[in-house]
């Protein structure tokens, strides 16, 4: 099983940022898709996630409204788009994946439990300038 992220790299605040994460070795459409971060000497933090569908989406509420997650499940990648940028998102992203029942339906305290997540890619660093 792989999870390969890819996209990352330095931008100023203000700038927008497309990362990917393209999946093998597990059949893509069973699992619900997180990324996680972690910035420098910090915990890592949910950021958000899609369901097996890509119907519905859950955000911590430090990035709604300004990152977007996404899903081609023909293409076994997910994505995440970040925009407006602020130097307190610099931090490396991870995509992790969790096998799922429900196409559409999980709740956010499923989402956020970081633990229950089956498989995790190595990351890919988002640097964000002042």
């Known amino acids: 099983v792989q999870l390969q992220a890819s996209g990352g790299g330095l931008v100023q605040a203000g700038d927008s940022l497309r990362v990917s994460c393209a999946v093998s070795?597990?059949?893509?459409?069973?699992?619900?898709m997180a990324w996680i971060r972690q910035a420098p000497g910090k915990e890592r933090e949910f950021v958000g996630a899609i369901s097996r569908s890509g119907a519905n989406t859950y955000w911590d509420d430090s990035v709604k409204g300004r990152f977007t997650i996404s899903r081609d499940n023909a293409k076994n990648t997910v994505y995440l788009q970040m925009n407006d940028l602020k130097p307190e998102d610099t931090a490396v992203y991870y995509c992790?994946?969790?096998?799922?029942?429900?196409?559409?339906?999980?709740?956010?305290?499923?989402?956020?439990?970081?633990?229950?997540?089956?498989?995790w890619g190595q990351g890919t660093l988002v640097t964000v300038s002042s």
């Open positions: 992790a994946a969790r096998v799922f029942a429900s196409l559409n339906y999980f709740s956010m305290s499923e989402a956020r439990s970081m633990e229950r997540y089956n498989y």
């Open positions: 070795g597990i059949r893509f459409s069973n699992y619900v």
